[in-house]
């Protein structure tokens, strides 16, 4: 089975960085993405870790860290259109198919 | 421009009903999922599939079932709608393999 944590909601002001952090515990792992919604809206695709590091896209990184089973998502240069929910999601796997499980989420509210 | 089109925005059945949820992707993915999105639950999973006529159960497959009679297609029937299944349905869909999942817009059903 799979358990994902991630805080409920966190603030922020405009400008500022934030880091959303999300822990997990599988019985397999093959990635771990993060998605973007906003509210009313479907998630869309941020960001994929499957190796231990640090990926960077533009004012968004993601961390990963197997052995502790670990992830952050880190937001720079916070502006209001970042106001959204963060989805965390592990993929394991289920007789050769690769299936996601989400955490609950993380709201953000960013604030002038 | 990869595109996951749900049949309807908003809707309203009532206790009883037979209700059908449709989905359809054009990128020729493999794989289709079916979630539901409540407050404070997040999304949850409620069955996918991986090939035409291939269905399996996620986590919450009770009231539910799936139908793929062809590859860019995936429905979902709630046989007997109750109140407790309303909620936001996402469908969603990707490659093979641990690839990041493309969402459509979603269907808000209220079961009165």
């Known amino acids: 089975g799979q358990n994902i944590d991630q805080p409920t909601e966190m603030t922020a002001t405009e400008g500022a960085i934030v880091q959303i952090n999300c822990t997990y515990q599988t019985s397999g792992f093959n990635g771990l993405f993060w998605y973007q919604q906003h509210a009313g809206e479907a998630p869309t695709f941020l960001s994929y870790n499957v190796l231990d590091g640090l990926e960077e896209k533009g004012r968004f990184s993601s961390f990963l860290s197997r052995s502790k089973g670990y992830s952050y998502l880190l937001l720079k240069e916070l502006q209001m259109k970042d106001s959204a929910s963060y989805l965390c999601a592990v993929h394991g796997a289920s007789g050769g198919s690769y299936i996601p499980t989400f955490g609950r989420g993380t709201s953000l509210i960013v604030h002038p | 421009d990869v595109k996951v089109t749900q049949s309807s925005r908003y809707l309203v059945k009532r206790t009883g009903e037979k209700v059908f949820l449709e989905c359809v992707q054009d990128?020729?993915?493999?794989?289709m999922f079916w979630y539901r999105q409540d407050p404070g639950l997040g999304l949850r999973l409620i069955y996918f599939?991986?090939?035409?006529?291939?269905?399996e159960k996620g986590d919450i497959p009770e009231g539910y079932s799936v139908s793929r009679e062809k590859k860019e297609r995936f429905s979902l029937i709630l046989e007997s709608a109750s109140t407790n299944q309303t909620s936001m349905y996402l469908c969603?869909?990707?490659?093979?393999?641990?690839?990041?999942?493309?969402f459509g817009p979603g269907t808000r059903l209220t079961v009165t």
């Open positions: 599939s991986y090939d035409v006529k291939m269905k």
């Open positions: 969603a869909s990707s490659p093979q393999g641990p690839y990041e999942q493309y």
């Open positions: 990128m020729d993915h493999e794989n």
